[in-house]
């Protein structure tokens, strides 16, 4: 069995999966934040 070294696995798809995921969260709550203050202010 090969020895683990710590820091050498290259990472890359995991990091671009991650940060497509943020990306991906941040603008659905702006969407959804600014969908509701779109509402607050033509229903009521």
Do not use: C, P, R
Not at 12 to 35: P, R, Y
Request: aromatic letters at 12%; charged letters at 20%.
């Amino acid at each position: 069995m090969a020895d683990h070294k710590h820091g050498e696995m290259d990472i890359k798809v995991q990091e671009d999966t991650f940060n497509g995921f943020m990306a991906w969260t941040k603008w659905s709550v702006i969407v959804i934040l600014a969908v509701l203050v779109l509402m607050a202010i033509f229903i009521s």
